[in-house]
Structures are given as C-alpha cells and as structure tokens.
C-alpha cells in the first residue's frame, strides 16, 4: 500500500520533470540547502546563547530577531526537501538513515514547540532578562543536536548506492 502511494508520488508529472531536468533538480536543491543555511544559521546563536554564551545579549531580543529568518529557511527546506524526495520516495522511504533524518527533525520540532510553550521561555519573551535556566540550556544543546545530525543524516544519504 505504501509503496503504492510512493510509486505514485514518483509518477506526479511534476516530479518526472524535476528527475529529468539538468538545471530544476539542481536549482531545487539549492533552495534546499539555502533553507537549512537560513535555518540553521538562525537556530545556532540563538541556541548557543540559550546555553550561556554572551549573557549580556537578551534572549528575548535575540529570538525576535532570528526566529523569523529560521522560520523562512524552515519554510523553503521543507518543500524543497518533499520534491528531493519525491524523485526517489520508494528509495528513500526504505532506507534507514532517512527515516532516522525525519525522526531528528521531529524531534528539533518537538523541542522547540515545547520550549516556546515553557515558563522559562515565557519569562523571556517579552523582556530584557539576559540570564538562562537548565530548561533553557538543555533546550538549546538538544536543538543543535538534533539539527545538527539531520543535516549530517541528510548529506549522508547522498553517499548511499
């Protein structure tokens, strides 16, 4: 059944196009990689900063200035990162480092749908507060290893063949 569904993703026009294309495949994957850079390159400060580093600079202030850019690099590695898997979604979908990548994306989600959701973020959100709590620090390593993996996961699975 589900590689029904798979079998079918891979036939969408759409997708036959991009698999054929010399320049869409690579274009799209750039997007990709651009998104993970914005994303990535937003998270890393802010979660750094929710582990310690530079105690001056408000949490608050910092979060407002590069959530937004994590959530656009967000916004542009998902669907590019669907149209990358949909031109090998029976492939992909059996392979084990894949699934362990969406796993830890997931989990990165999770965290920080939880962290936004906490008192210690709360207490954060609107002020100048420059300290940080242990929910806060352990938020901030989870967060970098999680997407830290996926992003090692995902370059990994361009070696499988």
Do not use: E
Request: hydrophobic share 60%; charged share 10%.
């Amino acid at each position: 059944m589900l590689t029904d569904v798979l079998n079918a993703l891979q036939d969408v026009a759409l997708v036959g196009a991009l698999r054929r294309s010399h320049w869409v495949y690579p274009i799209v994957n750039t997007g990709h990689i651009v998104g993970l850079a914005l994303l990535f390159g937003a998270i890393v400060p802010l979660d750094l900063r929710l582990i310690g580093l530079w105690p001056t600079v408000s949490i608050g202030l910092l979060a407002r200035l590069l959530l937004p850019v994590a959530i656009a690099g967000l916004a542009l590695a998902v669907p590019t990162g669907a149209l990358l898997f949909a031109v090998s979604a029976v492939k992909y979908a059996g392979v084990m480092l894949f699934q362990v990548k969406l796993l830890l994306i997931l989990a990165a989600l999770a965290n920080a749908l939880l962290l936004h959701r906490s008192l210690a973020w709360a207490a954060h959100r609107g002020g100048d507060l420059r300290g940080t709590t242990p929910r806060l620090q352990l938020a901030g390593m989870l967060s970098i290893g999680c997407w830290l993996a996926a992003i090692f996961a995902g370059r990994m699975l361009g070696y499988l063949d």
